[in-house]
Each structure stands twice: as C-alpha cells, then as structure tokens.
C-alpha cells in the first residue's frame, strides 16, 4: 500500500528556497512509495532511498548554512535534529535492505520526521529569518 502524500500549505515556512527544498524532498519520498506500490525490484527502491537520503543531507546543509550566515540561536539543537534524523533514516535503510522492516516502514518514518520537522523546527527558524532579513 502506498503511502501518496502531496505538499500542503501547512509544511509552508514562508521562506521560498527552503519551501521548494521541502517540496522537491516530498517529491522523493512519494517515487519512494509510489515505486514500492507498484511493484518495483528492492534494488530499484534502495537506490530511491539513497537518493532521498543524499537530499536530505544537502538540504539540511543548505539550511544550517543559512542558520550559521544569520547567527541562528539554536543552530546547534537544530543541527542535531536533521543528524539524528539522517542516523535514522540509515538505520531504517539498512533494516529494508536486510528484510528487518518494509519499504512501508520506512516511507512512514520519512514522511512523519520531514512533517514534525517542517511545521515545528523549520518554522522557529523561518520567524527567526524573517525578523532578521540577510
């Protein structure tokens, strides 16, 4: 069962670059779940994954360096955040690859941590952008 989820004005920081980043992250994670519905090889869906993962780690750095350019208060915290996030996702990655957990499990750990991450965190720090323009 595939998981389709479409981007919502709610994930919306208010800050475009970030906001299209987020966009093109949840256009991922859906060929993600769209892959798995459709039958696609194990191989094939790693391989989405990785490509997932590898975008999430340069958005996250493309954050902190907004973070790090604007003297961001809680960068540190926030950075931990997206570090504990890509150590989970690469647990999650290893668990599919060795039959641990399914594509599912994983698509619902993605889409649960970009959307508490996105509408609670991310949006501390767009206020803080915004009250403090480059």
Known sequence: MAIDFQW???????????DYEHQMFLELMRNVS???????????CVRLLREVRKYA???FYSEENAMLKMGYPEYLSHQQQHSEFLSGLDERIEAYITDKIDIEAVVVFLLDGFALHST???????KFLTKNPA
């Open 34 to 44: 769209l892959a798995a519905e459709q039958g696609e090889t194990k191989e094939w």
């Open 8 to 18: 919502d004005k709610k994930f919306a920081i208010g800050q475009v670059r970030i």
């Open 57 to 59: 780690e340069f958005h």
């Open 120 to 126: 609670h965190s991310d949006k501390k720090l767009a």
